[in-house]
């Protein structure tokens, strides 16, 4: 089995509800099991930001595949939930990201690991340490939480309920 991050995201429709259904049908995926998941956060859009802001979260897998067909079911899952590929960072009904696999440093066309921008990202760094914090980047060579705590990022991630 093998160990992954998933970055969950949505800022179209019911957002809560839309990452409730890619985790929904991520622990159907065979012999895939759900080890952690962060809370929710209420992130500012980056890239592009006339637009809606989005719900964010961070789950923790196991799973058999290899990253290849990971990548292949998460597609499938964002097909399934209507997801539409238009504009670079704009809207989407959902957003799945495969982060990290393992230690795995990968440069492939369609797939890079660890995902090439997370380390820039509040809205994947805050809730990837509220379940992983001394989860040792492979690249970087630093703990999630260290990386997190130099962040210049100024983008607010607000968690809901809290």
């Known amino acids: 089995m093998h160990d992954a991050f998933l970055g969950i995201g949505s800022n179209v429709g019911d957002k809560e509800q839309n990452i409730a259904k890619a985790i929904s049908l991520v622990s159907r995926m065979e012999r895939t099991v759900i080890e952690k998941s962060s809370s929710l956060y209420k ?38 939930l209507g997801r539409q590929r238009g504009r670079k960072w704009g809207p989407r009904i959902i957003d799945l990201d495969i982060l990290f696999y393992d230690g795995l440093i990968l440069e492939e066309d369609g797939l890079t690991l660890p995902h090439p921008h997370l380390h820039d990202r509040a809205f994947v760094l805050k809730p990837i340490c509220e379940i992983a914090p001394d989860f040792m980047h492979p690249v970087l060579q630093r703990s999630l939480s260290a990386i997190y705590d130099e962040l210049p990022d100024t983008k607010q991630v607000i968690k809901i309920g809290a």
């Open 43 to 80: 992130t500012e859009p980056v890239g592009y930001s006339d637009q809606d802001w989005f719900v964010n979260a961070v789950i923790r897998i196991k799973t058999p595949m290899n990253p290849n067909e990971l990548l292949t079911a998460l597609l499938a899952i964002e097909q399934e």
